[in-house]
């Protein structure tokens, strides 16, 4: 018995590795998403945003974050919310050189891969919202941030052509 007890030791311990991720959970109106933390390079607070004129209702203006001025753009009219001026928290996201402005930051979720299911059912836009997240009582839309990014980036292009026309 001492042996064995001895040889538990030297051997590695016997895990199950389990691959997490990370995510915001925010909130915009009195619903809850979760957006991916890879997908976002910072986080803000009540930065101001210059107004400028646009016909494109999601754009909000610019604002200066870290030492650079970017487009803002509102999280929550791509989930199909009506325009709304408690926009108070920016998401940077990464490699884009834009901001998402939304209402609510409800905190930091780690969860297993398991937590993550396809999405079922009716939601406000299921173009930005493909997969849930089952967290801690509750279920939450995963929003698709790359798939925001390309609207904008198609939408400015669209733009672009019919001003040059």
Known sequence: MRAAFDRSFAEPPLTEHVSLQDFLAIRIGT????????????????????????????FLGIAGLRGAVVPVYDLGAFLGYPPGEARRW?????????????????????????????????????????????????????????????????????RGRSEES
């Open 31 to 58: 619903d809850s998403y979760a957006i991916r933390l890879a997908d976002i390079t910072g986080l803000f607070a009540d930065r101001p945003i210059t107004r400028l004129p646009s016909a494109d209702p999601a």
């Open 90 to 158: 920016l998401l940077l996201v990464g490699g884009a050189a834009l901001a998402l402005a939304f209402e609510a930051f409800e905190g930091h979720l780690r969860l297993p891969q398991a937590a993550l299911a396809a999405e079922v059912g009716q939601a406000r836009s299921r173009e930005f919202t493909q997969e849930v997240l089952h967290a801690v009582g509750s279920v939450r839309p995963i929003v698709q941030v790359a798939a925001i990014f390309q609207a904008i980036e198609q939408g400015t292009q669209r």
